[in-house]
């Protein structure tokens, strides 16, 4: 990936939120547990593996994260455990980093054995800069509205102290006492409000999906697939579009190993990319993360020529975030 494109993707921290983050607001009354969540599928005790995935929550000495298969897992972090980038080239290796900068929304790599709890004790963590900016990005955004959240709940607290002190006093007092519940009511509607806001973050509604073909081993978006976003973006532009992010993801077939079909994958979901924002101009705000994932996932048979054509493609997928086009109960 080259700088301009890079820096690009620094600007997408809206949804990956990815990705990232229906890990909102519990409720501020209740305390972070740091042991694996209920809802993380524990590892086999013992077992020694490699993970890639992003952060969905992160407490004091473990984070939550999603793996490639869409499995949440929980990982544990130790004093020993060794945090850096992935190495740039031959002669430059990783550059060390405090386990401090694990932050939701990033994607990493997480290398250890799992333990008695079901969690993976990290030995090593690799990310990329890229991937690292983009998480800050997200944190600066997705961290006011919980702040905001917080403060709604602890004026609750105070409006509704104050409505039961004022109700233990005489009946003189009953009309101050309605009017502190009234408060307090409002302050709960609002709090519910961003809180729904909060969680809705992580909630979508598929709208449309729209599959652009590649041939064998290239990432060179062809006249056809240029056509087909052409008359995709010319139906965008007729709806309404409040709340609308897309996510693009490139696939691969079984042609050639994992690692270098997942690498295909990327190049081309950044191929479709770089023609909505040039030709198009999609508002890269507008973008989750991109993705690749390689031969992972494929929508036909890879046994087949006509099932190999099939899986070399990218999705581009036209979904509303409920959180943010306000449409949460």
Do not use: C
């Given at each position: ?7 690009g ?37 013992g ?9 969905l ?56 054995i ?41 004026r609750?607290?105070?409006?509704e102290e ?9 009946e ?9 519940q ?25 709208v ?20 087909g976003?052409d ?10 579009r ?31 990319i ?6 198009h101009?999609?508002p ?7 993705f ?18 099939k ?8 979904l ?10």
């Amino acid at each position: 990936m080259n700088k301009k494109s890079a820096g690009g993707l620094e600007a997408i921290a809206l949804a990956f939120v990815l990705t990232i983050t229906g890990t909102a607001l519990a409720g501020a009354k209740q305390k972070q547990d740091t042991t694996a969540p209920s809802h993380a599928q524990p590892f086999a005790s013992g077992q020694q593996l490699k993970t890639i995935g992003i952060v969905l929550k992160r407490d004091a000495d473990s984070f939550v994260m999603r793996d490639q298969a869409g499995v949440e897992r929980a990982v544990a972090l130790t004093p020993m455990t060794n945090v850096k980038t992935h190495k740039k080239g031959v002669f430059r290796g990783g550059k060390s980093y405090a386990v401090s900068y694990i932050l939701r929304g990033l994607r990493l790599e997480v290398t250890g054995i799992a333990n008695s709890q079901g969690q993976l004790v990290a030995d090593s963590i690799k990310f990329d800069d890229d991937d690292l900016r983009t998480a800050q990005a997200l944190q600066a955004r997705v961290d006011p509205v919980e702040e905001l959240a917080k403060a709604n709940q602890a004026r609750i607290t105070a409006a509704e102290e104050e409505a039961k002190r004022l109700a233990r006093e005489s009946e003189a007092n009953a009309a101050a006492a309605k009017k502190a519940q009234v408060t307090a009511d409002e302050a709960r509607r609002n709090a519910d409000r961003a809180n729904n806001r909060i969680n809705g973050l992580d909630d979508y509604d598929p709208v449309r999906t729209i599959t652009v073909l590649f041939a064998t081993g290239s990432s060179a978006l062809g006249p056809k697939g240029k056509a087909g976003i052409d008359a995709a973006a010319a139906w965008v532009r007729s709806q309404d579009r409040k709340g609308w992010v897309v996510a693009v993801i490139g696939f691969a077939d079984t042609t050639g190993n994992t690692a270098a079909n997942r690498k295909l994958g990327e190049r081309r979901a950044n191929a479709v990319i770089g023609y909505l924002v040039t030709k198009h101009n999609l508002p890269l705000q507008r973008l989750v993360q991109p993705f690749g994932y390689g031969d992972l996932n494929p929508v036909a048979e890879n046994t087949t020529s006509t099932g190999r054509a099939k899986n070399r493609r990218v999705e581009i997928r036209l979904l509303v975030n409920k959180g943010i086009a306000d449409k949460v109960e």
